[in-house]
């Protein structure tokens, strides 16, 4: 089960970013100006090129963004994306970033 953080009031969906999370983060939170939403990355999100510590990585860079402007991603398994990421095991951490 998903948790949705307190105060989501809107939903938007895009697709096929291909690993471009750091881009992503940025035109919502700056471009945008999106808050308290959830952002469901359908399909292709981008976990297939580099290894878990690469994403772990990412992850703490774009955190403190997610936080201020109350948003979350989650990240719909497409039919390029890995299946090792999609295990909820692999994310427990990750409060504001979760697969689906």
């Known amino acids: ?3 949705i953080k307190e105060g989501i009031t809107n939903l938007f969906i895009v697709g096929d970013i291909h ?5 992503l983060v ?5 471009i945008h100006k999106l808050k308290n939403s959830v952002i ?3 399909g292709d999100s981008g976990f297939w090129y580099h290894k878990p510590g690469y994403y772990e990585r990412i992850w703490y860079r774009l955190k403190k963004r997610l936080d201020a402007a109350n948003n979350m991603l989650l ?9 090792w990421y999609y295990d ?8 504001r ?3 689906v």
């Open 75 to 83: 990240c719909v398994r497409g039919n390029h994306d890995n299946p």
């Open 1 to 3: 089960m998903i948790e």
């Open 19 to 23: 690993g471009e999370f750091t881009k």
């Open 88 to 95: 909820p095991a692999n994310w427990s951490g990750y409060d």
């Open 97 to 99: 970033w979760k697969t």
């Open 26 to 30: 940025h035109d919502i939170t700056f």
């Open 40 to 42: 469901i990355v359908a």
